[in-house]
C-alpha cells in the first residue's frame, strides 16, 4: 500500500464503478515524477481524463516501459491509457507531481530540469519534513499534498488500486489558495476527490498521525493490522502512538484532531491493510524520525511512538519503557538541493 488508507465515504458519496471519461480539451500540462504505485494511479487517472501528462522514470524502467499505463481496480475497474515517459523533464509543466520516496528525493530532482519551470510543485511524500527541502528548490510555489489512496505497483507502467476511491488534500504553507482552484478542478474531472486543506503544516499532520502508528507498528510485527491487533502489545502502542501524536500536532498549532476519532478509524480498518513501510523500510526516517523529531521540539513526551521505532527481537519485545534506548534512534538526513530556475531560498521551518 502506498500513501494512506482512505476512510470509506459517507453512503451517499459511495463511488460506483466509472466509465472511461470522454476526452476533454487539454488543460493543465502535469508531469509525475515516480513511476510507483501512487505515481501510475495519478497519471492513468489524469491521462485518461484528457489532461496532458508525462511520466518522469528512471532510465532502468524506462527501457521497459511500453508507453501506456495500466490500472487494475476491482472497484472501479481495469483501464489502459497511453502516457508518454522520459528519463528527464526538460519540457514545461504547470504541475510537477513528485511521487518518489523521500530517500530518493535529491536524486530523483536531478531528472528535472530548470526549463520545466513548474508554477505548482506538488509532493506526495510521507511524513512532515520534506517542504522545507523543496521550498529551497521551488520557494513558494511548494504546495502540500497528502493522498490517500492504497496503490501498489505490479510490473513497470502497472499498478493493482486496492481502494474505492482517490483523495487529495492540498494546501499552501500559509493557507492561500492561489492558484489552487484550476488544479482542484482538473483533478475532479479525473474522478479524484481533491479538496483545499487550510494550510500545509494542518494537510501533513493531519495524514501523519493516521499513517504513522499503522506504519510502525506493522513494520513492527512484519505483518498486516491483523497481526497488529493479534498482539496485544503492539496494538496497544500502536493505539497510544496515535494519541502521542496528536498531543503533538496540537502542541505545535495544528487544529480538528479528535484522537478517539482517530482510534476509531485505525480501529475501523481492514485488517489486510499493509503500509508499503513494512515492505520497504527506507522511510522510516521520514515517517517516525519526523514526528519523533517533533515530539522533542512541542516538548510532548512520546515513549509509544519511541518504542515502535526501535529494533525488536524475539528475545527483546517492543516495550515503552527501555531506559537503555537511546533519545533519538533517527538520524535525519538532508539531501543536497539545487536551484529551479529562481534564487536559493530557505524553507521557512518544518511543517
Not at 42 to 47: F, K, S
Not at 262 to 275: A, M, W
Request: aromatic share 2%.
Amino acid at each position: 500500500m502506498s500513501g494512506t488508507p482512505a476512510a470509506a465515504p459517507a453512503p451517499h458519496q459511495q463511488p460506483g464503478p466509472r466509465q472511461p471519461a470522454p476526452q476533454q480539451p487539454a488543460g493543465l500540462r502535469h508531469a509525475v515524477l515516480g513511476a510507483g504505485g501512487v505515481g501510475l494511479s495519478l497519471a492513468g487517472d489524469l491521462a485518461r481524463a484528457g489532461q496532458r501528462v508525462v511520466l518522469v522514470m528512471r532510465p532502468s524502467s524506462l527501457a521497459d516501459y511500453r508507453g501506456a499505463v495500466r490500472v487494475r481496480s476491482a472497484g472501479q475497474g481495469d483501464f489502459q491509457v497511453p502516457v508518454p515517459a522520459v528519463a528527464r523533464l526538460d519540457e514545461p509543466v504547470d504541475v510537477l507531481w513528485i511521487a518518489v520516496k523521500q530517500p530518493r528525493l535529491a536524486a530523483a530532482l536531478q531528472s528535472v530540469s530548470a526549463a520545466a519551470a513548474p508554477a505548482l510543485v506538488v509532493p506526495l511524500l510521507n511524513g512532515i519534513d520534506h517542504l522545507p527541502l523543496l521550498e529551497r528548490d521551488f520557494g513558494d510555489r511548494v504546495v502540500a499534498g497528502a493522498i490517500r489512496i492504497e496503490a501498489r505497483r505490479t510490473a513497470v507502467g502497472e499498478v493493482v488500486r486496492d481502494s474505492l476511491f482517490t483523495q487529495l488534500e492540498l494546501a499552501r504553507r500559509n493557507g492561500s489558495r492561489d492558484g489552487l482552484d484550476p488544479l482542484v478542478a482538473a483533478l475532479r474531472t479525473a474522478g479524484i476527490r481533491a479538496v483545499p486543506g487550510r494550510d500545509a503544516q494542518t494537510v501533513l499532520w493531519h495524514k501523519a498521525v493516521l499513517l504513522a502508528p499503522l506504519a510502525l507498528a506493522t513494520l513492527a510485527v512484519s505483518g498486516p493490522l491483523e497481526q497488529v491487533r493479534a498482539e496485544a502489545e503492539a496494538g496497544t502502542l500502536m493505539l497510544a502512538c496515535a494519541r502521542e501524536l496528536c498531543a503533538v500536532a496540537t502542541a505545535l498549532g495544528v487544529p480538528d484532531l479528535d484522537p478517539d476519532h482517530l482510534i476509531r478509524t485505525l480501529e475501523s480498518l481492514p485488517g489486510r491493510t499493509t503500509p508499503s513501510l513494512s515492505r520497504d523500510p527506507a522511510e522510516l526516517d521520514a515517517i517516525g524520525g519526523s514526528v519523533l523529531r517533533a515530539a522533542e521540539r512541542a516538548g510532548v513526551p512520546a515513549p509509544a511512538t519511541r518504542a515502535l521505532l526501535r529494533p525488536r527481537t524475539p528475545a527483546a519485545p517492543i516495550t515503552p519503557n527501555d531506559p537503555a534506548a537511546p533519545n533519538d534512534p533517527i538520524t535525519p538526513k538532508t539531501p543536497k538541493t539545487r536551484t529551479h530556475g529562481q534564487t536559493t531560498k530557505a524553507g521557512s521551518g518544518n511543517a
